[in-house]
């Protein structure tokens, strides 16, 4: 059982808050390993040549990547007042997410199981 009142609890858990600028996607879909792969090209990049790697980049993970920088990139300037060519990609990480499961028909009556995964980015900013 925790100490002390629930504002206190409140007020010590807010204060050990991250404060970096960061954008996570939730129920992407597409697999953990797919994104990784692009997750990794830009992993401790600055952010405009993170912007163009992604662009470039012939992969699906890509597009909702370059989304999702974009967002953190317009997070770090509007609430937390960071200058944007400043920025860099401390962290970015992809985590395993629900899985729908389908069915495939094949031959004889048998039924193979289509796996579709889905994964949660978050992609972590900071000032150089």
């Keep these: 059982m ?3 009142h629930r504002s206190q609890i409140k007020r010590e858990r807010n204060a ?14 597409v697999s953990v390993q797919k994104a990784c792969f692009v997750l990794d ?6 952010v405009q040549t993170a ?36 920025l860099y990609v401390e ?5 395993k997410g629900p899985t729908m499961k389908r069915i495939r028909p094949r031959a004889q009556g048998r039924a193979y199981r289509i796996e579709k995964r889905m994964s ?3 992609v972590v900013l900071n000032e150089r």
């Design 16 to 29: 050990n808050k991250d404060t970096r600028p960061s954008a996570k996607l939730s129920y992407a879909r």
């Design 51 to 86: 912007l163009g790697i992604l662009t470039y980049s012939p992969r699906y993970a890509s597009s909702i990547i370059k989304k999702l920088l974009e967002s953190a990139i317009a997070n770090a300037e509007n609430n937390n007042g960071m200058d944007a060519s400043k």
């Design 41 to 46: 090209a830009i992993r401790g990049k600055d």
């Design 91 to 95: 962290e970015c990480y992809a985590n």
């Design 2 to 4: 925790a100490k002390g």
């Design 120 to 122: 949660h980015i978050t």
